[in-house]
């Protein structure tokens, strides 16, 4: 079973409002990574936080880990059509091995 | 700096046959794994390989095997293939192994069982 999972599973939107994602995770964590997923294509890493981190930023992208909570969000502000993809966390409890959560599939409508 | 790079990027193979995919990783990069992604199971680690040996393996039957070259490059071989291997196979090359290293994808291989 996937060690994180991601709320919602599903996401509509308009053009320009933000998109929070959540990924809850099981075990203790390294470090968690997001990745973006377009329709079927290769993941594209987002951005990584350490476990001794609590948020961090890049470019529109802004990112939560509550280790206590065993939870990490992804808030994507001012939203755009291209945005439209798959989001997964990952978590690499076990050194190179990512595990990762079934996604969090986003809509942006123009 | 180019991506990661995977051949073929589609294929289509009956029941049985066996079937090889080939990934090369970003340049300098020495860490190479594979994962597999399905509708029904999401993404599952296959396996690892840093430096030519294996260092991590997922829970996959013996047909699914790897190996990796002195250059890094990578590939995957699966023997007598079964309809529920119909999947994307992604490759994930980082610079070193173990905890903190960020993984790059490849574009995939999407595999076809008939």
């Known amino acids: 079973s996937q060690q994180g999972e991601e709320d919602p599973q599903a996401l509509s939107i308009q053009e320009g409002e933000n998109a929070t994602m959540n990924c809850s995770y099981k075990?203790?964590?390294?470090?968690l990574q997001w990745y973006r997923q377009n329709s079927g294509r290769g993941l594209v890493h987002l951005i990584l936080?350490?476990?001794?981190?609590r948020e961090k930023h890049s470019g529109r992208l802004r990112v939560t880990l509550d280790t206590s909570k065993k939870s990490s969000s992804l808030l994507i502000t001012a939203s755009r059509a291209a945005d439209t993809a798959s989001y997964f966390c990952?978590?690499?409890?076990?050194?190179?091995?990512?595990?990762f959560g079934e996604g969090t599939q986003l809509t942006v409508n123009p | 700096k180019a991506g990661v790079t995977q051949t073929p990027r589609y294929l289509i193979k009956t029941r049985g046959q066996q079937v090889t995919l080939s990934c090369s990783p970003i340049?300098?990069?020495?860490?190479v794994s594979w994962y597999q992604q399905t509708p029904g199971q999401g993404l599952q680690f296959l396996f690892e390989?840093?430096?030519?040996?294996?260092?991590n393996k997922g829970n996959f039957p013996g047909r699914f095997s790897g190996r990796q070259f002195s250059n890094s490059r990578s590939e995957m071989n699966v023997s007598t293939l079964e309809l529920g291997d119909s999947a994307l196979y992604l490759c994930?090359?980082?610079f070193g192994t173990g905890i903190g290293n960020e993984q790059f994808f490849g574009p995939g291989t999407r595999l076809t069982v008939l």
């Open positions: 990952a978590t690499d409890a076990s050194g190179s091995r990512l595990t």
């Open positions: 994930a090359s980082s």
């Open positions: 390989y840093f430096s030519e040996t294996q260092r």
């Open positions: 340049s300098g990069h020495r860490s």
């Open positions: 075990t203790s964590i390294n470090n």
């Open positions: 936080i350490r476990s001794n981190e």
